[in-house]
C-alpha cells in the first residue's frame, strides 16, 4: 500500500521559504502509476490545490501560486519536496501531499486521491 508522510517546520516567518518533504513508501516516486500532488488547507477554508509532479520530474502548479511554487523530487529518498518562497500569513495551512492515479489538475475532491499524508500544520507568523 502506498502511503504518505509529510514533514518540516511548523512555524516559519514571513519572507522565508517553506520546505516540505513528502516521504512515499509502497511504491517508487518514479512510478507512472501515480502522480504526486501538494494540497493545503487556510483555517476555516477548503482545500486548495497547490501543485503537482509526475513520475517523470514534470510539474504543473496553481496559476496563483505558480511564481513562488516549486516542486521536486529526491528519487535517492524516494520523496517529493515542496518550496514556497516569500510566505506570508496568508500561507498559514495545513499542508497534505496525495497520489492520485489519474491526472487531474486542481482537484479539491478528497475521494480522487488515493492516497493521503497525514496533513503538517504550517503556521507563518512573525
Known amino acids: 500500500q502506498v502511503q504518505l508522510q509529510e514533514s518540516g517546520p511548523g512555524l516559519v516567518k514571513p519572507s522565508q521559504t517553506l520546505s516540505l518533504t513528502c516521504t512515499v513508501s509502497g511504491a517508487s516516486i518514479r512510478t507512472e502509476t501515480y502522480f504526486w500532488n501538494w494540497l493545503r488547507r487556510p483555517p476555516g477554508k477548503g482545500l486548495e490545490w497547490m501543485g503537482v509532479?509526475?513520475?517523470?520530474?514534470?510539474?504543473w502548479y496553481s496559476p496563483s501560486l505558480k511564481n513562488r511554487l516549486s516542486i521536486s523530487r529526491d528519487t535517492s529518498k524516494n520523496q517529493v519536496t515542496l518550496q514556497l518562497l516569500s510566505v506570508t500569513p496568508e500561507d498559514t495551512a495545513v499542508y497534505y501531499c496525495?497520489?492520485?492515479?489519474?491526472?487531474?489538475?486542481?482537484?479539491?475532491?478528497?475521494?480522487?486521491?488515493?492516497?493521503w499524508g497525514q496533513g503538517t500544520q504550517v503556521t507563518v507568523s512573525a
Open positions: 509532479i509526475s513520475g517523470s520530474g514534470s510539474a
Open positions: 496525495a497520489a492520485e492515479k489519474t491526472l487531474v489538475m486542481s482537484s479539491t475532491t478528497k475521494d480522487h486521491y488515493g492516497a
